[in-house]
């Protein structure tokens, strides 16, 4: 374990000092939302079939790190007719006006909702139909995040998917936010690979909030140790993020996540012990 902690430290540690020209900038990336919410028939994102039954079972899906509540407005469809709806939460409120789902802290993963019995009385010219824009998240610490929400399109034979590739954020970041006493050695891990095959995961850190000063490192993505690097000084305050990116999968821009920047302060320097000249003389009367 002291062997391969020490084989990433100094593989992160020759990473940033060849990067570190180039990366500096002045503004953070901004971190990548907590949950996507989109309609779904037979698992396909993309597009609700209307034919040729004109009953579709359409499923509303929250796709989220651990949440603990989700909050969402659903309306009508563009076409069709709304016949029942089942919710596998308990809710208040309704998905008109707007509703609260008690997840009690599920995640991370494609989590459904609810179902929507549609009848479709027209034919579709590849509509849209989108959840409400505002609807949110509260994780399980209870911290809000807005969420996108993806277009799904009602018709046959529509061929755009999302207009945006879908992406989270890595989430549980260690060390925590705001931590203090941190080590200098802290090895840095975080959660969120999502089944995609990662091909670049990174740590941006700096000592300047607005991330004008940080550098980066790319890390492995294989969810093991983590990274340790064996740059930090004692007493200082850092602010990072964690990010991963895959490509392929349907998006010609990949998909990726980006967490929020987060902070902590390292451990001051060991005290020293004044030298007087009595323990000097004591030292040689030993």
């Known amino acids: 374990m002291t062997s391969m902690r020490m084989a990433k430290s100094l593989f992160s540690l020759s990473l940033l000092l060849i990067l570190a020209p180039l990366v500096a900038r002045a503004d953070c990336p901004e971190a990548t939302p907590y949950a996507h919410f989109d309609l779904r028939t037979n698992g396909n994102p993309c597009n609700i079939s209307t034919g040729p039954f004109p009953v579709v079972q359409v499923e509303v899906v929250a796709i989220t790190n651990p949440a603990g509540k989700v909050r969402i407005t659903v309306p009508n469809p563009p076409i069709g007719e709304v016949l029942g709806e089942t919710w596998n939460f308990p809710y208040t409120g309704d998905r008109i006006n707007g509703m609260e789902l008690n997840l009690g802290c599920a995640g991370p993963t494609i989590v459904v909702l609810g179902t929507l019995t549609v009848l479709f009385t027209t034919p579709a010219q ?28 009602i018709g046959n034979g529509c061929g755009a998917c999302f207009q945006n590739c879908m992406g989270l954020a890595p989430y549980n970041l260690y060390p925590p936010d705001g931590a203090a006493a941190v080590p200098v050695d802290v090895e840095f891990t975080w959660e969120g690979s999502w089944g995609f095959q990662l091909q670049n995961c990174s740590v941006r850190i700096g000592t300047t909030p607005d991330c004008s000063d940080a550098l980066v490192a790319t890390v492995p993505c294989d969810g093991g140790d983590g990274i340790v690097l064996d ?13 991963w990116i895959s490509l392929g999968g349907g998006c010609s821009s990949g998909y990726f996540g980006v967490s929020p920047v987060q902070s902590f302060t390292t451990e001051g320097p060991l005290a020293v012990e004044p030298t007087t000249w009595g323990r000097i003389k004591a030292i040689y009367r030993d």
């Not at 004692?234 to 964690?242: D, E, F, I, L, S």
């Open 231 to 243: 740059f930090l000084q004692p007493g200082t305050t850092y602010y990072w993020q964690a990010s």
């Open 126 to 153: 590849c509509e849209f139909w989108t959840i409400g824009a505002g609807s949110e998240v509260e994780d399980c610490d209870g911290d809000v995040q807005l969420s996108d929400v993806l277009p799904s399109q």
